[in-house]
């Protein structure tokens, strides 16, 4: 069945370090990706996504580019802040199956300054 | 601000009672999505409701059961709660039931505590 998988966190970076999250998942057919994001106390947002291969998604310096060919779509920014430190999930949609998605288990990024 | 409300925000109650959590999409939302977040489980989907029909089911105990209403908003239903239980339940919705490339827009999550 349809999986995703993301590295295991925390990760501990200083502020302007390099950010790479790696995600990568299992799917029949053409999922859609979504990277999410969780600040303390509050709900999931969406950050970025793409819906078909080699697309990228980017928002607030943050991108990820959907690679079929790996089955990845790593999450990466080149200079991260002290209010980037939240917990990002890595997701897929499966349109086979009435856009069920499938969340990856979170990875805690804390940013110091 | 998703657009996304649910109610209450926290939660206390009880082992062995029930509680209902509510939750309105936004505006032109048809389809409603809950999620279980634990501290031990990450996000697990629940149950989907598409216009007023189960879609898709989760990870949904038997002991939980949800509904969406003429007017689109859903309540989560537990009964017989036990410790495990506590956790932050969300709600999502999107537009539609069945396009991948929908986005799910989430609420800011009930927090249920069950002592």
């Known amino acids: 069945g349809d999986s995703v998988t993301q590295m295991e966190g925390p990760v501990t970076l200083s502020e302007e370090a390099c950010l790479t999250i790696?995600?990568?998942?299992?799917?029949?057919?053409?999922?859609?990706l979504f990277w999410y994001v969780q600040y303390p106390g509050e709900g999931l947002q969406l950050l970025l996504k793409?819906?078909?291969?080699?697309d990228k998604g980017s928002n607030k310096g943050f991108e990820a580019t959907y690679r079929k060919e790996t089955t990845s779509f790593h999450l990466e920014k080149g200079s991260v802040q002290v209010s980037d430190s939240a917990v990002y999930f890595c997701?897929?949609?499966?349109?086979?199956?009435?856009?069920?998605?499938?969340f990856g288990s979170g990875t805690k990024l804390n940013v110091k300054p | 601000d998703s657009g996304v409300t649910q109610t209450p925000k926290h939660l206390i109650t009880a082992t062995g009672q029930r509680v209902t959590l509510r939750c309105s999409p936004r505006?032109?939302?048809?389809?409603v999505y809950w999620y279980q977040q634990s501290l031990d489980q990450g996000l697990q989907f629940l149950i989907q409701y598409y216009n007023g029909e189960e879609r898709a089911k989760g990870n949904i105990l038997e002991r939980f059961s949800a509904q969406q209403f003429p007017d689109l908003h859903s309540e989560l239903n537990l009964s017989s709660l036990e410790l495990g239980d506590s956790a932050l339940y969300f709600c999502?919705?999107?537009?539609?039931?069945?396009?991948?490339?929908?986005?799910?827009?989430f609420g800011p999550g009930t927090r249920l505590t069950v002592l």
């Open positions: 999502a919705s999107t537009q539609s039931g069945g396009r991948g490339t929908d986005t799910q827009y």
């Open positions: 997701a897929l949609s499966d349109p086979n199956n009435f856009n069920k998605f499938y």
């Open positions: 505006s032109g939302d048809l389809s």
């Open positions: 790696n995600c990568t998942y299992t799917a029949t057919g053409y999922p859609s």
């Open positions: 793409a819906t078909k291969a080699d």
